[in-house]
């Protein structure tokens, strides 16, 4: 166990639709990374936030939003999802806001399935 | 941007085999590395990290990297191959100086150890 949750675990949906993904940081980590992993695209960063900010943006779809909570917690929200978005969906924490040499914490990740 | 190459995507060595996998980096200023692994269904594992403090870096189960300037190369070794180190294995990228926040992956390099 990474100490990074991710749910849930596996997500089957219709084109059309609207999802959330939901990842809890390890315990005293500010930073939440959401990346994308496909066949054909590998391992895409979407985008981080930091202690509920915002900080940076990577290749993610204006039809793809996030936020980070309060308590840190954060949330990937899909809509009008097409088949190509299906994918592993994987959340990664960290304690500092930049990579200082640590790397990240990787949850196990949600597959998503667009049918 | 920085970026990495793995060159070869599957790699098959037999059991007690040396195991390595290539890693080049593109950056005039040595990055911050890092190598994971994936094994099937499961999140991203950090092996090992290049953070300046030694060439050779020793990561867990057995495998090590040498960060080689002049060669712009992060290469991960294991003397002898096991079963369970078949997985899929990313090296990243990160920029020391200019404090780019996310890691860059490479595309991976599938490892398949026979009997």
């Known amino acids: 166990d990474s100490g990074v949750t991710q749910t849930p675990k596996h997500l089957i949906t219709a084109t059309g639709q609207r999802v959330t993904l939901r990842c809890s940081p390890r315990?005293?980590?500010?930073?939440v990374y959401w990346y994308q992993q496909s066949l054909d695209q590998g391992l895409q960063f979407l985008i981080q936030?930091?202690?509920?900010?915002?900080?940076a943006k990577g290749n993610i779809l204006e039809r793809f939003s996030a936020q980070q909570f309060p308590d840190l917690h954060s949330e990937l929200n899909l809509s009008s999802l097409e088949l190509g978005d299906s994918a592993l969906y994987f959340c990664?924490?960290?304690?500092?806001?930049?990579?200082?040499?640590?790397?990240?914490?990787f949850g196990s990740g949600t597959r998503l399935t667009v049918v | 941007a920085q970026s990495v190459t793995q060159l070869g995507s599957h790699v098959s060595v037999s059991e007690g085999a040396l195991v390595l996998l290539r890693c080049n980096y593109s950056?005039?200023?040595?990055?911050?590395l890092f190598w994971y692994v994936q094994y099937p269904n499961q999140g991203l594992q950090l092996l090992l990290k290049?953070?300046?403090?030694?060439?050779l870096v020793k990561g867990i189960n057995g495998f090590e990297a040498e960060f080689k300037k002049s060669e712009t190369s992060f290469h991960l070794t294991k003397p002898s191959a096991h079963m369970s180190d078949a997985a899929e294995y990313f090296c990243?990228?990160?920029?020391?100086?200019?404090?780019?926040?996310?890691?860059?992956f490479g595309s991976g390099t599938r490892l398949q150890v026979q009997p």
């Open positions: 950056s005039s200023v040595p990055p911050y």
């Open positions: 290049y953070t300046s403090a030694a060439t």
């Open positions: 315990s005293g980590d500010l930073s």
């Open positions: 990664a924490s960290s304690a500092a806001d930049r990579v200082v040499g640590y790397g990240y914490t």
């Open positions: 936030y930091y202690n509920g900010e915002e900080r």
């Open positions: 990243a990228v990160s920029d020391r100086y200019t404090g780019r926040r996310a890691l860059t």
